[in-house]
Every structure is written in C-alpha cells, then in structure tokens.
C-alpha cells in the first residue's frame, strides 16, 4: 500500500518517464455545462476556467458532484517532430468517456483507477496525419465521476515522439526539514533544472486560500542549472504556500511542493462561537440522564494468541446502541487503554491491526452513531445529507451533537471496566477521528492522559470552506435536501457549535498533531487553528509530501501513545 501514497513530483517531472519533448501542458480548461457534442470542430473554450493537471481535483474545487465534463488542451505539433509518430499516453483519477484529437476518436470508456492501480496511464499511437505541424491542435476528453485523491495528484497526459527519451526535468527543492521555514531567517528555496533546450520556467507560489503571492518568469539555456528563489519579502504571513515550476524547452514538465512558514503563529479569526460552553454542558446533562446499560459479548474472531476480542455496546445520547470492537491483552493486571474514533465512513470492518498487535494495552475502535457495526439505526450514509449534512439546520439534531456524546460515553465505558488502568487512557483518530480525539480531550479533559490527532475535521470550519471550496457547494446541497429551510450563513452558525477547535483549549493533557501539506480534505491550517489552541504540553509532526491518506500517521501517533500511556 505504501507505493500507493507516493507523490507523482518525487519522480522529478510531470513527464512519463521514457518520453520526451511532451507537447500538453498540465494546464487544461475545464466545463461541465452545456458541452458541445460536435466532436468534428474546435471546441470554444474561451470561458471555461482552467485545471491543473499537477494539482489534485479538490484543490482546485472540483469533485465527483459535479457530473460528466470536459477537459481541452490546445497544443502545437513543432515543424522538426511533423515527420515523428507521436504516443500519447494518458492516466487520469477519473473516469474518460471518450479522447478527441483534432476530432478524431483516439480511445473511449478507460475507468478510474485510483483504488485498484494508482498512477497506471494508458498509451495510444496517434494515427497519422491526425496532427497538425505547425498550426493548433486541440485535444478533447469527456469525464465523468472526478476521483477523491486525498490531495495528491497522479493525473498524467502526454503527446511525445514514440521511442523517445526524456532528458528533461525541474524540481523543487525545499531546504528547510519538513519544509518548514522560520519567520526570522533568511528564506529561499532552489528550482533545479535540465534543459535540452533554450526555454522558460514559470513559478507560482499561491496561499492556501488561493492567494496568488508570486508569478515570476525565468529564462534558462539549454543544459542544467539552479534557480535561487529568496522569498523573505514574498511570504511574510505565517500560513502554508503552494508552490508550482513548470518549464516549457519545447516540451513540459512540471513539479508542485508545500512549504509552511511559523504554523504555530498562525493567526485565526473564527473564534469560539457565543455560547459554545453552554451548548455543550447541555448536552453532556442530557447524556447523564440516559443509562449507558454497558454489555460486552466476546467474538471468536476478534481473538488473537495475546487478546480477547468483544464486542461492546453502550447507550448514548437519543438512547441509540452504539458498538465497537473491544480489545483486552490475556495478561493479568490494569492496563493502559486506547480509544480510537473513527474517520468519515470508517467502521474498523478490518479489525486486522488490532489482531496483529501484542502490546499490553487495551484499545477500544468505536463505531460512533452511522458508522459500521453503529449504523442499524441511525443511517443517513456519507453523500446527500450524509453525517455531516444531516438535519444541519437543527441545533439538537444535528448527527455531531450525538456523536461527539457517543465518544463521551465510550470514555466512560473505559473508566467503568476493571481491566482499565483509569489513569492511563488516551484517545487518537485521523480527519473526522482528529476532529473527535479534540472533542472528547477537551469533554473529558480530566480523564485523558494524552491525545493524539491527524488533520482533523470538522475543525476551523469558517477557513475550512475558504481553502477547500467544494466544501460551499457540498453545504449548499445539504441544504437542499432539506428544501432550504434555514440560509447558509445560519447553517454555518451551527457548524460553529460543531467545530471541535473550539474544545481544544480545554484539553489538559499532552497533544501531538500529525498533518500533511499536502492533504485537501482538511488542510494544515485547520488543524493548526486548533493545535495552536492548547496549552498543554504538546508536539507536532509534519509530512510534506503525502496527503490526507498518510499511511504514516497511525505509526506516530501510537508511539507516542506508547511513551504518554507507559505500555
């Protein structure tokens, strides 16, 4: 799985290896609405918005909701190639319905593989004559069902001679450990490059929320060389920078790194709502009032040599059953416990890294209220209104209100069993599970010994819907379901309730953050707002080239969990 994660830039180049002299650059226009089905002539696209192939689909604002479109690139065929057979070679993370070269059907009907075969490209020989030597050439692909990619990008399109090689290449390069700068020292980064010809480097360096900082232009010779980039005077405010190379010496290849500047200085305006604390007391009131009427029933599958496996169930808030699966180690003694909290959808189906493990301490992955072995009752699913959208324009029905009480209550769970050292349990989860781990550190904030986050969600909701855009059109289609019975800006008044920044200052116990720079579904600075929030003892670890899928973070996090919790 770990190849799986690997970002397309550490390979150097936008460019498939093997070709040379790509004639597409990664920079595409976009449309969804009214697509012309006369394939035979030039497409307008005058109107359209551009797309960044280098860059994941959620980035730039699109998904999977936005339907069947179409992606355009206008591209010359040079007069010394007119007598080359050209290759195109194509991957993209979502589905192609149908390739159009100056009119001509070059494939159809290639799947999206991005769970199955990530980064695999298929290659079609161009028929000759299909392009044009010296005059513009437009290239046409019909898509529907834009993948998830978690942040990063392995979409891939070439035109190349066949056979050739690629001598090409820019990389970024980005000193600083963890790509991570320091307001007061002097602060550059290098573009390194190989040209096999005389050409241009163009630099972008955008903010997270979309702020263009610096477009500059470079010319280099042919051959190899360095670009010295100082941006002492560029960047100056404490936040994350998008940072995109692209030379054209007669063919394309790009490169896109992430660079933080002071994380832990970052400013944020989206304050505790008023009325926050008062919110939430209540509900913990109204939890109280409900017998947790806790019941474990032991499962021979969820046995190993070193555990016994349960599972556990407990009344939470509306008097829903909610379950998990519930791991005890054979040896004698209190032990230390772990409560795991899900991510958006996830059920922990696959207790395997729970079976795998022979540490001494017990572990609890709840299922919390929709989710897995928990959703019998309570199942509104993950599209339209899904978890997060569900009755959003209801304080007491919102599904976060009894979620955050369904982890409340598995703490509680933890302190009631015998076998739970009740001064030794900790709470850790990744995206909606950072979200939850803030949530029930900061609830049960004298109960917990130690937490630990990835990128959490919902978290910094008001800057959330400012960097990653699509969240607006997700909300506005949550409202619809329910026939827009509260506006946008009073739904957003509720998500307020529902941002677990808000409980970070409550926590009392040691906290470790795990983010990816490169992470589109709930961004660093989200996660930061909140880290930078708590006062107690606390670390951090940044990954700079993988995205909201880290394959890392589960590691990290139990080692610290490891050294906090004494097993």
């Known amino acids: 799985m770990k190849a799986l994660f690997l970002f397309l830039a550490l390979n150097c180049s936008f460019l498939v290896r ?16 009214n697509l012309p089905e006369n394939t035979k002539g030039t497409i307008n696209t005058a109107n359209w918005k551009e797309v960044n192939l280098l860059l994941s689909w959620e980035r730039q604002g699109y998904y999977s909701d936005y339907g ?8 010359l065929v040079p007069e010394g190639l007119s007598a080359s057979k050209f290759v195109l070679s194509i991957g993209l993370q979502c589905d192609i319905e149908k390739i159009l070269i100056n009119g001509k059907v070059i494939g159809v009907n290639l799947p999206n593989q991005f769970w199955t075969n990530r980064g695999a490209k298929k290659e079609f020989d161009i028929p000759e004559g299909c392009l044009l030597s010296g005059k513009p050439n437009q290239m046409v692909v019909y898509v529907t069902n834009l993948s998830y990619t978690g942040g990063i990008s392995v979409n891939s399109c070439s035109i190349a001679p066949k056979g050739a090689t690629n001598n090409s290449c820019v990389k970024i390069e980005i000193s600083a450990k963890d790509h991570m700068y320091d307001v007061a020292k002097e602060n550059a980064f290098a573009i390194n490059y190989t040209a096999t010809a005389k050409g241009k480097v163009k630099l972008s360096v955008i903010s997270d929320f979309h702020q263009v900082i610096v477009q500059n232009e470079y010319e280099v010779e042919k051959g190899s060389g360095t670009i010295r980039f100082d941006f002492k005077d560029h960047i100056t405010t404490p936040g994350f920078y998008e940072c995109i190379a692209m030379m054209n010496d007669g063919g394309y290849t790009s490169d896109v790194q992430w ?25 913990l009131t109204e939890l109280k009032s409900i017998q947790p009427e806790f019941k474990l029933t032991k499962e021979d599958r969820l046995c190993s040599a070193t555990r016994d496996g349960y599972i556990a169930e407990m009344k939470s808030l509306g008097g829903l059953t909610i379950r998990g699966y519930y791991f005890v180690p054979k040896t004698a003694g209190k032990h230390a416990a772990i409560l795991h909290v899900p991510g958006y959808g996830e059920g922990y189906q696959d207790p395997g890294v729970f079976l795998a493990t022979s540490d001494d301490v017990v572990e609890l992955a709840l299922c919390v209220r929709g989710h ?32 955050y009480m369904d982890c409340v ?7 009631n069993r015998p076998e739970v050292d009740a001064s030794r349990i900790g709470v850790m989860g990744g995206s909606q599970g950072g979200g939850l781990t803030l949530a029930v550190a900061g609830m049960c904030s004298d109960k917990i010994k130690a937490c630990a986050f990835f990128d959490p969600f919902p978290c910094d909701t008001r800057h959330h819907l400012k960097i990653r855009t699509m969240c607006n059109r997700e909300i506005q289609n949550f409202l619809g379901f329910y026939h827009n019975e509260c506006s946008f800006e009073d739904a957003l008044k509720i998500q307020d309730l ?47 080239n993988l995205g909201h899928l880290n394959y890392k973070a589960r590691g990290v996090q139990m080692e610290f969990m490891k050294k906090e919790l004494g097993f």
Not at 18 to 33: C, E, H, R, T
Not at 505 to 514: N, Q, R, T
Request: hydrophobic share 40%; with cysteine.
């Open 18 to 33: 093997g070709l040379a002299q790509n004639l597409l650059s990664p920079v595409w226009k976009i449309g969804f609405d």
């Open 498 to 544: 529902m941002d677990t920044k808000g409980f970070a200052s409550w926590i009392k116990c040691p906290a470790f953050f795990v983010t990816s720079l490169f992470d589109d579904d709930a961004p660093s600075h989200m996660g930061f707002s909140a880290y930078n929030s708590i006062q107690s003892p606390k670390s951090f670890k940044i990954y700079p």
């Open 68 to 75: 069947r479109g179409c992606i355009v690139n206008e591209f």
């Open 259 to 283: 660079l933080t500047l002071a994380p832990e200085k970052i400013g944020c305006d989206n304050h505790t709502v008023l009325g926050f604390k008062a919110y939430w007391d209540q509900a």
């Open 372 to 403: 897995g072995i928990s959703a019998d009752v309570f199942n509104p699913g993950f599209g339209i209104p899904g978890i997060w959208g569900y009755k959003l324009c209801s304080e007491k029905e919102v599904a976060y209100r009894g979620i």
């Open 409 to 415: 209550r598995a703490v509680e769970f933890l302190l």
